[in-house]
């Protein structure tokens, strides 16, 4: 029997927006087609097609759907908008520095916790996770940064773990990348420290906040995969 993903609840199981319908419409991409893929990186292939408004997870139940979720969106909202609008940018780095960061990344964490698991065989998110975000925590060793790509697209997001991890499968390090428009997000998760992702020309808000180095706009999403430190397998997951 199916079970909410994040608190494990069997009753009132909704259909949940991966991609929030509010911003679909923003985007406009409401009735576009998404293609989700995946298979390896020498072999991808589609999944299944389906427009974006389709484009939802049955393992959520209604109170999770309707209380700290919909809160999630509701605060982040206007935030969300200026960034992928590279609107007010020096603002919006300065709200985030000042506290709201930290809704951010539970939103970031919440997205990329969706997405990744639309790709089960591309890689392995713990089922703790989803438990901690439930109780408003995101676990240790998750790394949240946001940056902004000069080549703006609708939505994109690519995921993956690590060629060099060793560490069992229940603790596997793993990479999701978002593009909404110009904003980038990426969240990783490792707890090698050692084997952390490194990029000092991002603005992390997750778990300490600030820019790292200088302030980059990246070409694209690949330009921004390309300043790791280490080897990942990322793959493209949906457009």
Not at 62 to 89: A, G
Not at 206 to 225: T, W
Request: net charge negative; hydrophobic share 40%; glycine share 6%.
């Amino acid at each position: 029997m199916r079970k909410c993903l994040f608190c494990g609840g069997r009753e009132n199981l909704t259909q949940e927006h991966i991609i929030a319908r509010w911003l679909q419409r923003e985007l406009g991409i409401s009735q576009e087609t998404v293609r989700i893929l995946g298979g390896s990186e020498n072999m991808p292939r589609v999944e299944r097609e389906l427009v974006f408004n389709k484009f939802t997870d049955g393992r959520i139940c209604r109170t999770c759907n309707s209380n700290w979720m919909s809160k999630l969106e509701d605060e982040n909202k206007q935030h969300i908008l200026k960034l992928m609008r590279m609107e007010d940018i020096e603002g919006e780095l300065a709200y985030l520095s000042e506290g709201g960061n930290d809704s951010l990344a539970k939103w970031a964490f919440k997205t990329a916790l969706l997405l990744g698991n639309t790709a089960k065989d591309v890689l392995e998110i713990p089922p703790s996770h989803f438990e901690a975000l439930y109780h408003r925590r995101i676990p240790d060793g998750v790394l949240i940064e946001v940056a902004f790509s000069e080549k703006a697209e609708a939505a994109g997001w690519k995921a993956g773990d690590a060629t060099w991890n060793e560490q069992e499968m229940n603790d596997a390090p793993y990479m999701v990348m978002l593009q909404l428009e110009h904003l980038l997000i990426r969240v990783t998760y490792n707890m090698k420290e050692s084997q952390m992702n490194i990029d000092n020309d991002t603005f992390e808000i997750y778990p300490e906040c600030g820019l790292k180095g200088e302030f980059r706009i990246y070409q694209d999403m690949d330009a921004m995969l390309m300043h790791c430190d280490n080897p990942w397998n990322i793959n493209p997951l949906g457009w």
